[in-house]
């Protein structure tokens, strides 16, 4: 897997909720993102972004991992865009 991550680095990535862009990554997958920032979504508001800088997500955490096309990212509507929040993480 770390491997496939090495053609990542120095891109913008998303994360579910999380995007950033890919500084570097170890054997167990913790990743460090930088400009990195949450999208939080809402059945009546538009999508807030949460400015989060500099960010580390543990390995464990991550499930799926690919490339933002930064110019459709750019043309989202995030102001007009609806969706159910994420239900909270219950352990």
């Not at 997958?29 to 989060?52: A, P, T």
């Not at 930064?70 to 159910?84: H, M, P, Q, V, Y």
């Amino acid at each position: 897997m770390s491997t496939a991550l090495e053609s990542y680095i120095n891109r913008i990535l998303l994360l579910i909720v999380f995007q950033g862009t890919l500084k570097g990554f170890d054997q167990t997958i913790n990743l460090i993102l930088d400009e990195s920032h949450e999208r939080v979504f809402s059945s009546s508001q538009g999508v807030e972004q949460v400015v989060l800088g500099l960010y580390i997500v543990r390995g464990d955490n991550v499930a799926v991992i690919g490339e933002i096309d930064e110019d459709t990212d750019s043309t989202l509507d995030l102001g007009n865009i609806r969706a159910e929040p994420l239900n909270s993480v219950v352990h």
